[in-house]
């Protein structure tokens, strides 16, 4: 019997609605996803913090905390990027020690830990620490396809993640091209060799993801993600529903399908009042395209963003073209955050501007290794032109950064707001907007605490 990872709250509606559903549309549902019979829940992670404090102003921590009070009885759990926890560069591992620390004081149970390179060196500090103050973690390994990804490449690096000692291993399929055999193949391996529970999480842009599932519980998988409909399939998961009654009766999961019925009625009614214009056929239709150009639903979305900011979106086709030759270039990077935003870059770059003309800056620091080891052979003319310019590390990345949490204490404590550890870690992640946000978010609350202040201090003088 398979146990159900539910993502409606996190990665459902950031790969449906760019991540917009906002804490108040969540609320009504929390007590009845906590009785579905879900192993889990993901709530947290990935874009939500960022678009939390950029786009909806809320307080991600604030969203963290509310869950919990409602949700009483399944865990919860949330996506982190290895030592770029929810940002998009590496920080220092004072940040890191500190966030994961919040975030579990906060409400999260289980962290789902990955690093877009699977080096490895990028995921010690933040499973040590996940692990010491007693969280479950998912070791996760992004999957993608090259001449280099061979289920021996996997199984190395899982031998390497169950050296870290983590509670279970995930095949993260951000793109949604495992295909029903390969899944089968790894999730036997896995079992296999390493005794561990196995998760696997694929997206069903390419249209195969309930296949895929249907053969991995068969191989042996203990947990897949699924969501509910309508924030499923397409660049979503698959909805749960559907993956229930695909599966042979003896492997489905324990879950209350009359209660998943009703919160199933509440987002249809939701999203059609509130988000329906942030659902776009292009996310809703499988696209057999993704089997070749690899690139997921969000990163299309960034490119067409991209393009169209440079009166260029017509070029679209020619961009999808380049992007795995310059995945190929750069040595195969699996294509999740960062690497699909800085490989994306470059390929916009060379199909308007001309072959590496022109090389991003972080591409220049990919190639000297601030973002990791590279899978493969980087071409060696890229190669070349970097290091004339920049000095190649062969370090774990975080080693070279200076610590920054005290730095963030002492700029936030001249702010006019709360001095909480977590507003600390949420200026370090993002400081400049951070800044906008505090400014907003807390403007009228700071009003309402000066006048507070003022109306004590004369009942005091009286």
């Known amino acids: 019997m398979v146990r159900i990872i539910d993502t409606t709250l996190r990665d459902a509606h950031q790969s449906l609605l760019a991540t917009r559903f906002k804490t108040e549309d969540m609320v009504p549902i929390l007590e009845k996803l906590d009785r579905a019979g879900f192993y889990s829940l993901e709530v947290w992670g990935g874009a939500t913090f960022d678009v939390a404090i950029r786009y909806l102003r809320e307080d991600p921590w604030e969203r963290l905390r509310t869950i919990r009070e409602n949700v009483k009885k399944t865990k919860l759990q949330m996506l982190l990027r290895g030592q770029n926890l929810v940002g998009y560069r590496h920080y220092p591992d004072d940040v890191v020690v500190k966030f994961v620390e919040l975030a579990y004081k906060n409400g999260i149970d289980v962290f789902r830990i990955f690093d877009a390179l699977n080096d490895f060196r990028n995921l010690v500090t933040s499973i040590k620490k996940a692990k010491s103050i007693g969280a479950i973690v998912q070791g996760a390994i992004c999957y993608t396809i090259s001449p280099i990804h ?27 091209i495992l295909d029903p055999y390969t899944a089968y193949t790894l999730v036997s391996e896995l079992k296999s060799r390493f005794k561990i529970p196995v998760n696997v999480h694929t997206h069903t842009t390419s249209g195969m993801a309930v296949a895929t599932y249907v053969k991995s519980v068969e191989a042996g998988a203990d947990f897949i993600d699924t969501a509910i409909s309508p924030l499923a399939f397409g660049t979503a998961q698959p909805g749960i529903q559907t993956v229930y009654f695909s599966l042979r009766e003896d492997l489905r999961p324990k879950i209350d399908l009359e209660v998943i019925s009703e919160i199933s009625e509440y987002l249809e009614d939701v999203i059609t009042k509130k988000y329906s214009k942030l659902l776009t056929l292009k996310a809703l239709m499988p696209d057999h395209n993704v089997l070749i150009h690899q690139i997921p639903g969000g990163m299309v979305t960034n490119l067409i963003a991209q393009l169209r900011d440079l009166k260029a979106e017509h070029r679209l086709k020619e961009v999808l073209a380049e992007v795995p030759k310059t995945r ?135």
Do not use: H
């Open 150 to 176: 061979t289920i021996d490449y996997y199984m190395k690096y899982a031998e390497e993640l169950v050296a870290l000692e983590v509670d279970m291993i995930t095949i993260k399929d951000m793109a949604g």
């Open 328 to 462: 190929e270039d750069l040595g195969w990077p699996p294509l999740v955050t960062p690497l699909s935003q800085i490989v994306g870059t470059q390929a916009v770059l060379n199909v308007l501007l001309g072959r590496y003309k022109v090389i991003a800056k972080e591409v220049m620091e990919y190639v000297a290794g601030y973002y990791g080891k590279p899978p493969g052979k980087i071409n060696p003319e890229i190669r070349e032109r970097v290091l004339k310019n920049m000095k190649e590390i062969q370090s774990r990345p975080a080693d070279i950064l200076e610590p920054e949490l005290d730095k963030c204490y002492e700029e936030v404590s001249k702010m006019d707001i709360p001095l909480t550890d977590e507003n600390i870690v949420t200026y370090c992640l993002f400081p400049d907007v951070a800044k906008d946000f505090f400014r907003e978010y807390y403007g009228e609350y700071m009003k309402k605490i000066r006048e507070l202040e003022v109306e004590a201090m004369i009942g005091y003088s009286q």
